[in-house]
Structures are given as structure tokens and as C-alpha cells.
DNA sequence: AACGGTATGATTTTCGAAAATATGGCCTGG
DNA sequence: CCAGGCCATATTTTCGAAAATCATACCGTT
């Protein structure tokens, strides 16, 4: 049969609604979809194409996520940023993603090696091959994430490794935010190399040190640069 | 005006969905609806009055939660339990809970220390009230609820808070699907108490250490007496 | 002119029908 | 008798119209 007769647009998951989700989730963390931006369904409709029920079904999950606020009887709109706000996920990472690393490291096998080494390995390859800011860069974004995903991939909870991810997106969109009037990239590529060879060396004790520096520092980052974002009212 | 002329059913939220979630999810806690139970749009549209969507939109809700499992194209149904999940959560629990209660006995005022003693207060009365198993009544379940958030509640995190409150509900439904089978409780109000004065007179390391040993303990309990339940094959 | 209440338009929320998809039984060929 | 494909039925998923709710401008009264 024709496969592409009419094509009930599905690009994601199976379901048109998981997809929705997905693709606007990707747009609020890229700052596509600017923080406090009001969602209306009229433009949502348009914009890509989903009945009613079918978008709230997406904003209604992103809510839990953290991703968007749900007003009753008033609509959604994306979720707004704040230092506070910065500050909490900041430490809500340190706190769970060096759980995760000790576990790793202490659990990880051959195969969590072989991960960690070659999701970095990847990222510094495109590093290498455009070295502009990575942030523009679908691609870094997702070798990016797939080196931390990595990293604490062996630590033998499904619950905290999903708590994690959503932090990771949070956190993520404020590094969005402040992409555009941040000077220059630090030396990620550095960190991340230290980073690899704690782990894999399995000293917990440096590799959480580096984690922790590692976040934080980026947060500052973010802090200072997005400055004029965050301290509205 | 008559107040209840055909009252669209609204008792929790202001959203019929809000309030379908609402229902939902005590059920599921409340192992009214039992783990692994499908969730048919047919029942629930009986059971709970609403359409399709707006039944849809509370279960995505959930499964985001972690109290729902969404198997796309092929419905929903209450998360699964199993021993892992249990470890899981409690491991979680543990990380999560120790942290708060550092934050919050640091952080704490006067309105922390009175409502940590007040929702104390309140939940002895209630065991004296009515001395047995204590989770069948619903006015425990609350005051047991509102003391552990007292005790966390000057931490400072609302994002914290969140995750907190949604390991919170999974730790619970284990606890009601032990109960059954459960022989007595044991001295859980010696453990309560105990824990209120180490946090009001500001011991740290002992508070969080009677908060690690009260959350393991539970867990072990429901993993022994639940145990038929868990191990399924 | 200021205030309060009301009508109007905009927007969200809910509904049940219709489309899409999965499930289970049946039939055929080996 | 079993395996594999096909049709019928059950169930989920999606849609756009209709109801409910909110926001705003208007009008009359003080």
C-alpha cells in the first residue's frame, strides 16, 4: 500500500499526543517557546496541527515536568525562570547526579566503560569540527547529554535516573537562556575529560568533586549572564 | 441562585480533570485500584463521569507521576510493584528526605517548630482516638502525611519539595498494599515522637539518622509482609 | 467623574462521535 | 493437529463542536 497516502503525522512516539509532548518540550528548553510565554491553543493548533484534547494532553504532561504552568480555567503558559528558581534546580542536580556517579562508579562493568568513553570521545569529536558555541549545535546538545547519561547510566535506579532527567532539562533551558550573551564557552572540553577519567580510574571521591564544580559552575554562569532575565518584577 | 442545580461536579480542583487526578490517584494509593489493574476508558468513564479526554488528560497526569503506566496504543494501567521498585523508591526516599530535614532543621523558625509540634499534636490524638491499624483511617493518613511535610517544610526547595511529595505517594502505596497482611503495627508513634525532638532541638545527624532507620524499616516491613505480592513470575 | 453591575467577546474546558489501532477468533494450507 | 494470515470486534486515540468560564468594555446610577 502507499505508505505516505496521508500520513496521520507521527514523527516520535506512536501516539500524536507523546509526540506533541516531545516536540514541545524540545522548544521550551531551547528557549524556542520563551519563558512566561502564554499557550494559547489557537496558536498551538497551528502550529502544529493537534486537535484540543490532544494538546492538553502534552501541556498537561509538561506541567508535571516542571516545563510549563498550568493555570486553572486560565490557560498554560511556559514556565517561568527565576534565580530561586536556578538555585534549586542547581542544587537538586548536585544532590541526585552525585548519588548517581557514586553508584556508577562502584557498579559500573565493562559496558559502562565502553559508554562513558565513547559518548565523550563523540562529543569532543564535534567539538573539533565546529567549534563555535556548541549550545546552536543539535547535534553537541545531544552528545552532550548522552555523556552524562552515560556516566550515571550504571547506577541501578530507574526512579532516580528519571528524576534526574528532568532535571537535566530544566537546567538545560536556563543554559538556553543565557546562551546568547554568554562571551565564550569555558573549557567544557577539559571538564569533561577529567571527568571520563575519574570515573573510569573509579575515584568517586574526584569525580564527584568534578561533577559538582561542574554544575555549579555553569549555573554561575548562567546566574551572571542571564542576570537581566532573572531579576524581573 | 440554587446553588446545585445541575452542578457540573467539581470537588477538588476547579478543572473536572484536576479533580479526576485528584480521585485517581488516592485510589491508587489507597490500592483501590490494584497495581497492574487496566485502566479501561470504558470503567473509569462509569466510574468517575468523564469523557475520554478529560480521563485521558488525569491518567497522562499520573503516569508522569509514576503511579500510572501508559503503554502507547494500548491504554493505561496502574503501575506495576515490584521488590526493585520498592528498593528504589526507598533508596530514593532516603536521599531526598535526609537532605530536607538537614535544610530545614538549619534553616527552621518558630513557625516550623510550632507546626512540626502542632501536627504532631495532632496525630497522637488521633492513635489514642482510635488505637487501630492505622491506615484504614483517613484523618491518620492526613495527619501522618502533614507531619513528615512539616518536618521538611522550612527546607526552602519547592522543587525538592516536589520530588519529595511524589516518592512520598509511591512509598505509600506499598504501605497500604502490605497493611492487609501486616500483623500490628509497630511503635511508630515512639518513632515520631522521637524524631520531633531531635529535629526541635536542632541534633541533625540524629534526626536524619531516625528518619533513615524509620523509612528502611517501613520499607523492610512491606517487603516481608507484602512479599507475596512482590515476588511475581 | 467614579463605581458597580452586566452584556459581549475571547479562551479554555468538556463532551461524544468518528478514525485509528490492537486483539482474538476463524479459516485455510501444510 | 499446528502455523500463519485474515477478518470481525474491542479498545484506544483523535477530532471539532458545544458548554463553561474568564476578561473587558459598556452602561446606568450615584
Known amino acids: 500500500m502507499p505508505d505516505s497516502a ?12 507523546a509526540d ?26 497551528e502550529r502544529f496541527g493537534a486537535s484540543f484534547t490532544t494538546l ?48 556508577s562508579i562502584e557498579r559500573g562493568d565493562d559496558d559502562w566503560e565502553i559508554a562513558v568513553i565513547s559518548t565523550l570521545h563523540r562529543l569532543k569529536r564535534i567539538e573539533q569540527r565546529d567549534p563555535e558555541h556548541p549550545l546552536r549545535d543539535p547535534e553537541w546538545k545531544i552528545a552532550h547529554r548522552q555523556f552524562h547519561e552515560a556516566l550515571v547510566s550504571a547506577c541501578g535506579s530507574a526512579t532516580l535516573l528519571a528524576i534526574r532527567a528532568e532535571l537535566f532539562d530544566r537546567a538545560e533551558r536556563y543554559r538556553h537562556l543565557s546562551a546568547n550573551f554568554r562571551p565564550r564557552p569555558r573549557d567544557k572540553a577539559g571538564e569533561h575529560q577529567a571527568i571520563m577519567q575519574a570515573a573510569i580510574s ?27 532575565l532573572l531579576d524581573t518584577e
Chains 1, 2 share one sequence.
Open 6 to 17: 496521508i500520513r496521520p503525522r507521527k514523527e516520535f512516539g506512536k501516539t500524536i499526543a
Open 20 to 45: 506533541i509532548t516531545h516536540r514541545l518540550r524540545e522548544e521550551i528548553i531551547a528557549c524556542a517557546l520563551a519563558p512566561n510565554e502564554p499557550l494559547r491553543f489557537d496558536v498551538l493548533r
Open 56 to 103: 492538553r494532553e502534552a501541556l498537561t504532561a509538561l506541567a508535571a515536568e516542571g516545563l510549563v504552568d498550568a493555570q486553572e480555567q486560565r490557560g498554560f503558559r511556559v514556565a517561568p525562570v527565576s534565580r530561586q528558581d536556578l538555585i534549586e534546580v542547581t542544587d537538586a542536580r548536585v544532590l541526585v547526579e552525585v548519588e548517581l556517579i557514586r553508584r
Open 202 to 228: 573509579r575515584n568517586a571521591d574526584l569525580a564527584v568533586q568534578l561533577i559538582e564544580s561542574h554544575i555549579r559552575s555553569t549555573a554561575d554562569n548562567v546566574a551572571t549572564y542571564a542576570a537581566h
